[in-house]
């Protein structure tokens, strides 16, 4: 899943002031979200290797590819080396090949989680303003003068010789503790009646062989393959088929929250109970292989 330049599928409100002039816009959360509460959407996938590239591709393009930014936002692939001598092909092969795109991105730290969580707020925000027509449609690359949320707030963003002003707009961000606990909830809810529907289903039988319903309840099966339950997070039909859940939030891989060096959920290295009783726990790494992220998103005023 693409996460930033999709469709849109939620209503939330934009408005946008023009010294004392103001036009309200309906504008839409990205598709690919879930609504979870009101003013709180959710990835229904964690970040994919290909969401990465694109970040990493926008990263080289404006501060080119022997900066510090871009090498600031690469994963540490070496991190599979962790896991055994047999994951030596993922060292070169996960992050780049297209056979792993929609794999989620993993070996990167909370601090990178958090600054692509920002551009994506920068890159979804411009969107926005492009299609009201308040900023130019075209690609700018030039570091002094690329659109962000920041340069917005402290300088000003002139728009026909007026400063811009934001009243209200939309941020991306890590979940916290708190709002992970919560994700979890809401998901046991959203996947109760399709566990029901498919244990009933003949048709199913092929798909709760390798995916088994009990085990959709804490959304992974636990394979000794580990990259089998990475390839789920994202292409299973019976998951990504539907809007109203989250994609394996309690397991697949473990996600970054907002407080530091926490995660939530388990990972495709432990047991089942393990995944169920994940929650929210201290990781004591700086990255690894069974860590990856997704965000969430909230309107905020003024």
């Not at 959709?216 to 339950?229: D, I, M, N, V, Y």
């Amino acid at each position: 899943m693409t996460h930033v330049f999709t469709a849109l599928v939620v209503l939330v409100s934009l408005q946008i002031t023009h010294n004392t002039a103001s036009i309200a816009l309906n504008r839409k959360a990205p598709k690919g979200t879930v609504e979870i509460a009101d003013n709180l959407w959710c990835d229904a996938t964690e970040i994919t290797n290909l969401d990465w590239r694109e970040y990493t591709n926008w990263v080289a393009q404006v501060y080119g590819q022997e900066s510090a930014e871009y090498f600031a936002a690469l994963p540490d692939s070496n991190g599979w080396r962790s896991i055994g001598s047999f994951s030596e092909p993922f060292v070169e092969n996960y992050h780049k090949h297209p056979a792993y795109n929609d794999f989620p991105v993993v070996n990167i730290t909370q601090e990178q989680a958090m600054a692509y969580a920002a551009w994506r707020t920068d890159r979804y925000l411009e969107q926005l303003l492009v299609k009201a027509k308040v900023l130019d449609n075209t690609p700018n690359y030039n570091a002094d003068e690329v659109f962000s949320l920041a340069r917005t707030q402290q300088n000003g963003w002139m728009h026909n010789g007026q400063p811009l002003v934001l009243s209200q707009y939309p941020v991306f961000r890590l979940p916290t503790s708190e709002e992970f606990r919560q994700l979890v909830a809401f998901n046991e809810r959203s996947l109760q009646p399709l566990v029901e529907k498919c244990a009933k289903k003949k048709s199913c039988s092929e798909c709760l062989e390798s995916y088994p319903a009990q085990n959709l309840k804490s959304e992974r099966a636990h394979h000794p393959e580990f990259l089998h339950t990475f390839q789920l997070s994202t292409t299973h039909p019976c998951l990504t088929s539907r809007n109203n859940h989250l994609v394996y939030i309690k397991g697949n891989a473990a996600e970054w929250v907002a407080e530091n060096n926490r995660i939530g959920g388990g990972h495709f290295g432990d047991d089942l109970q393990e995944v169920d009783q994940a929650v929210v726990q201290v990781f004591d790494k700086t990255s690894g292989p069974e860590v990856g992220f997704r965000t969430v998103l909230e309107w905020r005023t003024k």
